[in-house]
């Protein structure tokens, strides 16, 4: 019997003009005979921290009285609330954490009295109570997970992302004589290194498929509203050629989501410079 098969290796991007695009995982990036675990290819975990600022619906006692969020009952056969029910079909794989609580967001000195809301972005994933400053010597901890993207980042090639969808002041005191940087990141690298927002879009995208080209080719390119795909076509011609079909179809997908995010964020730009007014 002879194997034919092709490898592919999981860290294999489609690179052209101005863009690096990374792979879904592929059939083809299991070696023939090859159990997946013990290889390169083994799907990476991936962890995703969100924040809901000023609480969320559920946070309050009626929430809490009427378990909009927690489930009535522990173990395996929890009965889903209201907000957690469309989360129903994945039951084998959710964990519900309660009865969590964070007391560094509380107040520790008459001083800090009435500042919860200054602090408790800076407390989310840090469970560190910040130093009470408006200067550059701000203090917290070190966020979870910065701590999962020191151990488990490293083969990516961005180790983390911090996005937000609000612009928050990272210089000056917000109130309470606390640093406005402690209303807004989530993320810090260290206890004294807030991690910056990425709030456009447009450079979030950038930042996760393109590559090279200096800044006045990549203006190019999205003022004549050409797509990031289009520098690698002539690579995954050459590629989808070394491909079953099922991956064929897997990779075309994929390619199609991307390039879908990319749609709708040339059409908020193009609505943004249009002056006109956005429902929301």
Same mark, same amino acid.
């Given at each position: +019997? ?20 990374? +792979?879904?995982?592929?059939? #083809?990036?299991?070696?023939? &005979? ?14 995703? $921290? ?5 609480? $969320? ?11 909009? *969020? ?11 609330? +209201? ?20 007391? %560094?967001?509380?107040? *520790? ?5 009435? #500042? ?5 972005? #800076?407390? /989310? ?17 070190? @966020? ?6 020191? =151990? $488990?980042? &490293? ?6 992302? =911090? ?7 990272? #210089?000056?005191?917000?109130? /309470? ?6 209303? !807004?990141?989530?993320? *810090?690298? @260290? ?9 456009? %879009?447009?450079?979030? /995208? ?6 090279? !080209? ?7 390119? =999205? ?9 690698? +076509? ?31 964020? &040339?059409?908020?730009? =193009? ?10």
């Amino acid at each position: +019997m002879f194997i034919t098969k092709k490898h592919l290796s999981r860290r294999t991007v489609l690179r052209g003009m101005g863009a690096t695009v990374a +792979m879904p995982f592929l059939d #083809a990036m299991v070696p023939a &005979q090859t159990v997946l675990r013990k290889t390169a290819a083994q799907p990476r975990t991936r962890l995703a $921290c969100i924040e809901m600022v000023h609480g $969320c619906a559920g946070s309050t006692q009626d929430g809490i009285d009427k378990h909009y *969020w927690m489930p009535t009952s522990g173990g395996a056969d929890f009965d889903f609330t +209201m907000i957690l029910k469309p989360l129903e079909p994945f039951r084998d794989y959710l964990t519900v954490v309660t009865h969590t609580d964070l007391p %560094p967001a509380e107040a *520790w000195s008459a001083a800090e009295e009435g #500042a919860a809301h200054f602090r408790s972005s #800076a407390v /989310f994933l840090t469970a560190a109570h910040p130093k009470q400053t408006e200067a550059s010597d701000v203090l917290a901890g070190t @966020s979870i997970d910065q701590i999962y993207a020191q =151990q $488990c980042g &490293q083969d990516t090639p961005l180790p983390s992302l =911090q996005l937000g969808i609000e612009n928050v002041d990272a #210089a000056g005191a917000c109130g /309470f004589n606390y640093a406005c940087v402690y209303s !807004g990141p989530i993320s *810090w690298s @260290s206890p004294t290194t807030p991690m910056p927002l990425t709030i456009d %879009p447009r450079m979030a /995208f950038e930042n996760l498929f393109g590559d090279g !080209g200096s800044p006045g080719e990549r203006a190019a390119r =999205q003022k004549a509203n050409r797509s990031i795909l289009d520098g690698i +076509m002539r690579e995954l011609g050459v590629l989808q050629k070394d491909l079953g079909t099922r991956d064929r179809h897997r990779l075309d997908t994929y390619l199609e989501s991307v390039r879908e995010i990319e749609r709708r964020i &040339q059409k908020i730009e =193009q609505h943004n410079a249009s002056g006109l007014h956005r429902e929301l």
